[in-house]
């Protein structure tokens, strides 16, 4: 039976450091970080998302205000209010959530995000800075991912890693992190002829296709560690991920659950990267002064 990695605990842990780190800025006299996030159109899901990242923020004590445009939003109107929030020195995370409505080009939004406020690090100058390997914001989710593998103590230096999925939110990011961990990835994606002879090579296994339950029995090798990104409600209303769970969970040797693996993480990753652009920006001292 795999050992399960408890997202929820492990993220918990971490929303507590960053809370005693926000009460250390605040006794020292000092504003609260603060978060913007914009949110277009009437999206369901998007507007659970922002619920949760706006109550996230309040708990460790930041600032958020949620900034709500109708779905039929120009893009230069878009553009002007990331421009003032972008000026705004009481702004110190920019998060932009996403999808946006068809009329707006979304890497044009992202790439308009001062780099020190873009906390989903998902324009290209982090994306570059991660390539690079230097200092910068790094996308949330995969950075979350990272937080859980270390939390398992495996190291990761050689081992052969599978990441599924090649989103610039996900998976390409993914395979820059665990490459800087010096794993060899192998990036399995739609049109991918063999991913399952791949993923079964793999000592870790990063499941983030978006379809639920990709990942079966025969996709794994025995005692393989098992990360599951994907989440989906299945016919029976379950939330499931991309991995099959029931058929993959006996022969790995770590596994995350959906819900409360990744999620959790993702969140917390979030308010670790506001907490970060707060402090180079009270401090003058950042990675963009320099690339
Ligand atoms: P996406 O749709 O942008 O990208 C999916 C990627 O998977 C693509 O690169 C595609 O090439 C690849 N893919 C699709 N079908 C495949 C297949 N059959 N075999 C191999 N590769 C395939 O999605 P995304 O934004 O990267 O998100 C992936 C999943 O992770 C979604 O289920 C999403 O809901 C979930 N997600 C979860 C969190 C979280 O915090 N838990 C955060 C972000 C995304």
Known sequence: M?????????????????????????ASGARPPALSVVLVGDDPASGIYVNFKEKACKQIGMKTETHRLPKETSESE??????????????????????????????????????????????????????????????????????????????LSGKQAAVIGRSILVGSPMVRLLGHANATVTNIHSRTTNARALAREADIIVAAAGVPELVKKDWVKPEAVLIDVGI????????????????????????????????????????????????????????????
């Open 2 to 26: 795999a050992q399960l990695i408890d997202g929820k605990a492990i993220a918990a842990d971490i929303r507590l450091d960053l809370k005693s780190k926000v009460e250390q800025h605040l």
């Open 78 to 155: 878009l553009v002007s209010l990331i421009d003032q929030l972008n000026n705004d020195p009481e702004v110190d995370g920019i998060l932009v959530q996403l999808p946006l409505p068809k009329q707006i080009d979304k890497l044009r939004i992202i790439g308009r995000i001062s780099p020190i406020k873009d906390v989903d690090g998902l324009g290209a100058k982090n994306q570059g800075l991660l390539s690079l390997g230097l200092a910068g914001h790094r996308p949330c989710t995969p950075l979350g991912v990272m937080k859980l593998l270390e939390t398992t103590g495996i190291d």
């Open 232 to 291: 989906h409600r299945n016919e029976g209303g379950k939330l499931v991920g991309d991995l099959a769970f029931d058929e993959v969970e006996p022969i790995a040797s770590h596994i995350t659950p959906v819900p409360g693996g990744v999620g959790p993480m993702t969140i917390a990753m979030l308010l670790s990267n506001c907490i970060q652009a707060y402090e180079w920006r009270i401090t003058g001292d950042h990675p963009y002064l320099v690339y």
